[in-house]
């Protein structure tokens, strides 16, 4: 069992920054890939970025490319989201979650292959 806890939301203005950090407890992060989604009011869960066991290979969605970048120390057992240019449109619930899926990789974007999730972080950006 992998518990994850988000931290690091907040409000921020339109062009602003902010870091996520995603915090593992019971097993090592380091046998998963791990993932960011986003779920707007009233919209599904959004997939945002992958990242590979190592660290080494990173999949963004196209609305988040050139803006945002994943990150994982596993000494740690940790992963991060750096967020900047920020937009009102990246106003949702960020959530990290660990892949669990067999056959699955880098590409999974959808949700029913992560079996670990974290409460949710609220960003909110205002224009």
């Known amino acids: 069992q992998v518990q994850l806890v988000e931290s690091g939301g907040g409000l921020v203005q339109a062009g602003g920054s902010l870091r996520l950090a995603c915090a593992a407890a019971g097993r090592t992060l380091s046998s998963y890939f791990m993932a960011w989604f986003r779920q707007a009011p009233g919209k599904e869960r959004e997939f945002v970025v992958t990242?590979?066991?190592?660290?080494?290979?990173?999949y963004y969605s196209d609305s988040v490319k050139g803006r945002f970048t994943i990150s994982r120390d596993n000494a740690k057992n940790t992963v991060n989201l750096q967020m900047n240019s920020l937009k009102a449109e990246d106003t949702a619930v960020y959530y990290c979650?660990?892949?669990?899926?067999?056959?699955?990789?880098?590409?999974?974007?959808?949700?029913?292959?992560?079996?670990?999730w974290g409460q949710g972080t609220q960003v909110t950006v205002s224009s």
């Open positions: 990242i590979s066991r190592s660290g080494i290979s990173t």
């Open positions: 979650a660990a892949n669990t899926a067999a056959n699955t990789g880098l590409y999974s974007r959808d949700v029913s292959s992560y079996g670990y």
